[in-house]
């Protein structure tokens, strides 16, 4: 079975870094504000029906020397000095963070049945790969200047990722998290999908995969209130995963024990719906509620045989026996004298 590679390759980069070091197309220096939600959902669902499909928000391709991660295009050189927890962020680290992880979940829910990593992209690793050269001489004269055979990028920061003083933390924790979603809901392999909304206004998208249902609002400060989304079956629901946790280096604005019930009635193609709150560049996965709480699995209770317990007792060595005095003295013993 053939397997299609597909990467959503935008090229997000910072609002405070216009002037790109090298030259891109025009489509590739749109600021988040500019991203149409109708390309974005094609790029992801272009392919073949039934087509088996692997997903990345990035490769190695475009974090080697010459580009960088989609983190470091984000959050750019703020990276250094705002990452810490024991330090204030700034606007610029804020929306680095939101949109990193937006990119991931859009990626992982609309773009196939698989969905790729790459080294450091599930934390936001800051820097680019470049393995140690020397000076490159072409035949026309020109020479292509190496790094001294430096092994300084020549590594991944593994670390970043676990340190808990670190905001890297809770961009690996919501990594894990998705992670979790997938082997929970089995939604990336099912055959339902259904887009139902991207409305470039509101700059929102909905859809459905699987049992879910994913709201992304990549509005830069709008925030909607009782904001209706279709869906497909009725019943109250609950959220399973929302990037605006604290855990995930989140606002916390979205109530996670909240619980959202259905109406009947057509909306966005979808013969029921719900109203729900979606803060500005957030994503948040809704399932029914029954299947947001499965019953905990109970371990069988081992039941341990009794167990024989043998009591040895100790051997007694046998009391002395008393010889009395008159025992002690040996009886005299007549002699017989013959005559």
């Known amino acids: 079975m053939a397997i299609k590679e ?152 593994f670390d970043l990722g676990d340190a808990d003083y670190l905001r890297y933390r809770g961009m690996q924790e919501f990594d894990q998290a998705m992670q979790h979603l997938e082997e929970r809901f089995g939604f990336m392999t099912s055959e339902h999908q259904y887009i139902s909304r991207k409305h470039e206004g509101d700059k929102v998208i909905v859809f459905e995969r699987g049992k879910l249902v994913f709201v992304f609002n990549f509005h830069w400060y709008n925030s909607y209130s009782d904001y209706r989304v279709g869906c497909l079956n009725p019943g109250k629901y609950k959220i399973v995963l929302d990037s605006d946790d604290p855990l995930f280096g989140g606002f916390n604005r979205l109530n996670p024990t909240a619980e959202y019930f259905t109406s009947d009635g057509w909306y966005d193609g979808r013969p029921r719906s719900f109203l729900v709150y979606a803060p500005s560049r957030t994503a948040v996965v809704y399932a029914l509620a029954d299947e947001a709480e499965p019953e905990p699995t109970l371990k069988p209770v081992e039941v341990l045989k009794p167990v024989e317990v043998l009591v040895m007792e100790p051997e007694l060595e046998p009391e002395p026996k008393q010889v009395l005095e008159s025992e002690s003295k040996p009886e005299p013993v007549e002699a017989e004298v013959e005559p």
């Open 6 to 157: 597909k990467s959503i390759n935008l090229k997000f980069h910072s609002t405070s870094n216009s002037n790109m070091t090298q030259p891109r197309p025009l489509s590739c220096r749109k600021k988040d504000e500019d991203w149409e939600m109708g390309d974005i959902v094609h790029t992801l669902t272009n392919r073949r029906w039934l087509e088996k499909c692997v997903a990345y928000a990035e490769s190695h391709d475009q974090a080697l020397v010459g580009d960088k991660t989609i983190a470091f295009w984000l959050m750019d050189k703020d990276m250094y000095d705002f990452m810490a927890l024991d330090r204030p962020s700034t606007p610029l680290i804020d929306r680095g963070i939101a949109l990193h992880k937006m990119i991931r979940l859009i990626t992982m829910g609309l773009g196939g049945e698989g969905y790729l990593n790459f080294m450091g992209n599930e934390f936001g690793h800051p820097e680019w790969i470049d393995f140690p050269r020397g000076d490159q001489h072409l035949p026309t004269g020109a020479v292509i200047p190496g790094n001294n055979y430096s092994y300084d990028k020549c590594r991944r920061r």
